[in-house]
């Protein structure tokens, strides 16, 4: 079955230019032009995707994802006519999985798309992905996209699943911004420092409410590296 896209934006002119964009590779969509109307539509249908105008008239996008997460765990992805790294890193806190800015380009816009999707909905595992990682009380299994820490379940994105799956794979290695962003990104997007930052700041988050508040350590000059999670 294709997968089936909520484009939410104002702006008629793009919402059509998304919408061409993602059936011509294959999928089915449904556009819509304010907040409120994008919430009846999740309701009426859950779709596999959200691509989420962040700057819409009185239901602005960021609030239509604080609403959606009390609902559902579908992916957004956050459009902004402005490259503010308030709204991008508000975005991301709220549980939006990436970030375009406009304008931008409707092949990067799909490329995005499809990364989302294969991160929430992974295909059929490799032979090593059936093993469990483990580190401390920290435990991924890629095979069925589950996450715990000391037994207690983790909810994560699929770009925040990836992310972790690359330190636990490495425990002993620092990874710097580009080595983490190959972990949850195909290797032809450009993905800023700052959205790095912000997808290991809601992991970071998610542990420690867990009683995990070292799952990421930050080696200052380098990058990043897995902690005791003890």
Known sequence: MPHHILVADDDPHIREVICFALEKAGMKTTGVADGAAALQAIGRRAPDLVVLDIGMPEMDGLEV?????????????????????????????????????????????????????????????????????????LALAPASHTASFDGKPLSLTGIEFSILKGFLARPAHVLDRDAVTASAYAANIHVAGRTVDSHIRNIRAKLAAVGCPNVIETVHGVGFRLGRCG
């Open 65 to 137: 994802c604080r609403r959606l997460r009390h609902i559902s765990d579908v992916p957004v992805l956050f459009l902004s006519a402005r490259d503010e790294e308030i709204d991008r890193i508000l975005g991301l806190e709220m549980g939006g999985d990436d970030y375009v800015t406009k304008p931008f380009s409707p092949r990067e816009l799909v490329a995005r798309v499809n990364v989302i999707l294969r991160r929430a909905r992974p295909a059929a595992p490799e032979p090593a992905d059936d093993r469990q990682f483990s580190h401390g009380k």
